[in-house]
């Protein structure tokens, strides 16, 4: 289990101003919200809550983004102690099991985000059983989705799907963690297997030549034949999907740091360096890597924030290499850039930590607006640069 610091370096570090506003918005968002739950977007700097839909009430936990609420109270808790935040985060654990045990809305690779940061998280830090009982539950059912010939864990829909039937995204490459975690609790050699397989297959196929990344790809689900890539929400199937790059970067970090595959750290340079290649002049990413400078293309604050965490844990993996330091001073880069330009100022302004992130372009959904995981991963690598040596959740 992870500790909080001491109380005076709390304090100290709470004070930091970029860190302050972003816990004053956290802090105030648990006092709108209760224990429901925000949409994945602002709407005009201002989070509704999740929409009615099915089953589900108004603020339910469905969908794939409803974690990382929680995962940034849990940020929240570990920087300040400050007990608001643990309980909220609790009382989103206990909701979390339900949600796994009653079996509500589980078809989807996505379970990896949602149980690692809701779920994960709280046995990391509090050896809380339940949490750790509900994780595991959610680590079988995201093996339900391996598909054997093909070698990997399919994204989206039901398996019989003909539409959804033997894709994957590069998205999942953070799912994986949920999987190696299980396997460090449970021995169960198929956790780690699936992850070792669904990687190499992503590094093979998701990753092309010129080292910029498909967002999709497709496997024929019976022979495992690699079929074609293709775009879910880039600008075209052939570009670069901002945040799909980003996922990569931190993606095959954790990956190469759980399995020890010196290819996915290779990877992960890989799409790092392609990124960095392909920044505008303020170190923020359009929301596609085929925008450059004087185009009037919407930023993704959100992919630049993800790919901090990730060059923050490329740092990491490498200590006292030159590569270290240029991860770091990338990271730093960015993450100065995010503080100074797209947090919002005051932090009452908005609901979100910071502006500017872009959801899904082509269906012009959440686009110039504030996201949950952009929230999130901004949270996240304020926390890595106030705390070095800080151990992530995933």
Known sequence: MTSTPPTQERTALAAQP??????????????AFGDLYPDDTTQDDRYPLRPAEGIFAEGGNRGWTTSFWPGMQWLSWEITGDEVFRDAALRHAADFERRVRQGEDLDTHDLGFLYTLASVA?????G??????????AADHLMKRFLEPAGIIQAWGDLSDPAQRGRTIIDSLMNMPLLTWAHEQTG???????????????RDHILREDDSTFHTFYWDAETGEPLRGATEQGAHDDSCWARGQAWGIYGFALNHRATGDASLLDAAW????????????????????VYHDGSDAPR??????????GFFELADLEPGTVRAERATSAANAILDSLVARYAPEPPEASDALILHGV???????????????GDYFYLEALTRRALPGWKPYW
């Open 128 to 137: 809380d059983e339940d949490a750790r009982q509900a994780a595991l539950l």
């Open 270 to 289: 890989r799409c790092a360096d392609y990124f960095l290649a392909h920044l505008p002049a303020d170190d923020v990413p359009f929301w596609d890597l």
């Open 122 to 126: 709280p046995w990391r830090l509090l």
């Open 188 to 202: 169960d050699e198929r956790f780690a297997d699936a992850v070792r397989r669904h990687t190499i297959q992503l």
């Open 359 to 373: 959801y899904d372009l082509p269906k012009h959904n959440g686009v110039d607006e504030g996201t949950l995981w």
């Open 18 to 31: 970029a860190l302050a506003g972003a816990l004053s918005t956290v802090r105030r968002n648990i006092a």
């Open 300 to 309: 993704d604050s959100s992919a630049a924030a993800i790919a901090v965490c």
